[in-house]
């Protein structure tokens, strides 16, 4: 199982930015997809999670109605796309997945990826 987190990078506040997650290795059940992320000296968090038939979708308040999960249904692409960012939305985000239905927890989630460094900031 591997997971490709890219897409982060250097944006204003309220700008936007679309993380993509390719997942591959799941030979059986299209995999639950969450992403995560961790700020220096903060818990991992989750912002946003997709079950595995995309009928199930979970936000937390602090991300409702800035941030999207969707899964491009061609590919095992997940992307989040991030908009009117804040600077306290900086951190390392992560994308994990699971085999299970869906998951809101960073324990709930076995794979993980790499990574990728968001930063907003004027």
């Known amino acids: 199982v591997q997971l490709q987190a890219s897409g982060g990078g250097l944006v204003q506040p309220g700008g936007s930015l679309r993380l993509s997650c390719a997942a591959s290795?799941?030979?059986?059940?299209?995999?639950?997809i969450g992403w995560f992320r961790e700020a220096p000296g903060k818990e991992r968090e989750a912002v946003a999670c997709?079950?595995?038939?995309?009928?199930?979708?979970y936000y937390p308040d602090f991300v409702k109605g800035r941030f999207t999960i969707s899964r491009q249904p061609s590919k095992d692409t997940v992307h989040l796309q991030m908009n009117d960012l804040k600077p306290e939305d900086t951190g390392f985000y992560y994308c994990?997945?699971?085999?299970?239905?869906?998951?809101?927890?960073?324990?709930?989630?076995?794979?993980w990826g790499q990574g990728t460094q968001v930063t907003v900031s004027s």
């Open positions: 994990a997945a699971r085999t299970g239905r869906i998951g809101s927890t960073k324990n709930d989630f076995p794979y």
């Open positions: 290795g799941f030979t059986l059940d299209r995999p639950a």
């Open positions: 997709l079950s595995t038939n995309n009928d199930i979708w």
